[in-house]
């Protein structure tokens, strides 16, 4: 059959058994991520089914699902918000980074994989999935709760810092050296900077290119933007998923809710190819011989991400139940982490090639859990264990007379 024939095959078929293993996750109440990584290792590189005309279509889909993403995200923050939630929560960020993206550079040395897989391995265990945490919060009824707010700042730090680690992390991968590394961190500092004042400034004048009324003009104009601005921030090394996230702080008002309807199901769909074309380049065969560390670093770095919330929440005032409620939510990690290890994956240094394995059993692992754990605090024997450990802890009530 003619080429075009056999990928229009290929990309309805995979993207049909999507829908049916999204519908499925649904009934089961866990996230779709895991899925579509499995869904990926079937039909990968020793997989039952190899594709072989898809490849490139995927490979193209996975750099615009990262892209949405993250446009996405910035479109649920103002540049207002973002600098005040960054004042008031930079001390559980500094937290949150140390304690679970130092156990991640810990795991790649004590592996032996040298210092560069280290540092990737740091930012994969460091940074909780923003799409996975904010779909269990409206799950579970928890947008309106006290700790929410911390949660959010928390993932709002961790985005921030991921446009500083990109560029960092990427030069270095692409065999720049340090030297390479500092200059593209300098850049990427100074084009966050930029950014961040004429999103706080001038973003008002920013949207009032595009019309909220006209939503086919908005889709496109705000997707071409976003696009346009990723691929330059590509061309400057700052990294393209950074430029569409600081395209989405910059929109706001009723361009950035109406944008944000128009363009969820796109994202839904490209973000589902992104984790798909990650599975699809992982060979399932060299998943199981580091099934055991991915295990071992995923209760750690659980573990600890759980102690950061408790941590912020209690920093925040908020209650017993609710600390432990931001600590369990925080768990997941999902696309960043993926992000992180595909720029590992596709670099010009030599990656220990066990690497894209463990991060792929690693995600796995946390955003099949992590959810589950989340709902912990809500069961009776938890609350039970909680009032408890409330009366045991509280100082005795004087007697009157």
Known sequence: MHHTTILLIEVGALLLILGLLTRLSRRIGL????????????????GVLPLSASEEFFAV??????????????????????????????????IDGLLNALPGAAFGLLLGWGWIAAIVLAGVTWVSSSGVIAKVLGDLGRLGNRETPVILSILVIEDLAMALYLPLVTALLAGQGLLGGGIAL?????????????AIRYGHVISRM???????????????????????????????????????????GPVAHNATE????LRDLFAAVFFVFFGLNTDPRDIPPVLLPALALAVVTMATKALTGYLAARRAGI??????????????????????????????????????????????ITVVTGPMLARLPDTARFKSW????????????AATE
Request: some cysteine; proline content about 7%; overall charge positive.
């Open 61 to 94: 889909g996975a750099e615009i699902g990262v892209i949405l993403l993250l446009v996405m995200l910035g479109l649920e923050y103002s540049a207002g918000e973002l600098v005040g939630n960054l004042r008031a929560s930079a001390p559980a960020g500094l």
């Open 386 to 397: 909680l009032r408890r450990r409330a009366a045991a802890t509280s100082p005795p009530v």
């Open 31 to 46: 996230s779709p991520i895991p899925l579509y990584l499995l869904a990926g290792l079937a039909f990968g590189h020793g």
């Open 186 to 198: 300098a850049v990427a500092v100074c084009t966050v900077v930029l950014v961040l004042l004429v």
């Open 319 to 364: 209650g017993l139940p609710g600390r432990w409620r931001t600590g369990l939510a925080l768990m997941p990690r999902g696309e960043f982490s993926i992000v992180i290890a595909g720029l590992a994956v596709t670099s010009s240094v030599i990656i220990h090639p066990q690497l894209a394995p463990l991060a792929t059993a690693y995600v796995l």
């Open 262 to 265: 128009l363009l969820s199901p």
């Open 210 to 252: 595009f019309s909220a009324q006209d939503p086919e003009a908005l889709l496109l104009g705000v997707l071409g933007l976003t696009l346009l601005v990723a691929g330059a921030a590509a061309g400057l090394k700052v990294s393209a998923a950074v430029g569409a996230f600081l395209v989405g702080i910059a929109l706001s």
